[in-house]
């Protein structure tokens, strides 16, 4: 099976940017959708971003047009471009097969002044 592993979190101010990174020990096609997911303190976690084989990308309201997700296949790995970070996109952020999967530690992202 294939692990993801999650990478690129910190702190960052309010109105900043961050690549978060999910790397696959094994070929990325063999999933057929990967996810980017978060879950912040006190909520449940939640799908913000997802592509597929092919390209295609969906993504939450709460990102869309602030956050890209893409994947470079060549090193199997899968990205999440953030942008114009706000206080309330802190949270543990995970990459996961969205057809389910198990979850790996995900990478604290903190944004604050």
Known sequence: QVRLVESGGGLVQPGGSLRLSCAASGSIFSIDVIGWYRRAPGRSRELLAAINTGGMTNYADSVEGRFTISRDNAK??????MNSLKVEDTAVYYCNNVRGGPWG????VTVSS
């Open 105 to 108: 530690q995900g990478t604290q």
């Open 76 to 81: 199997n790995t899968v990205y999440l471009q």
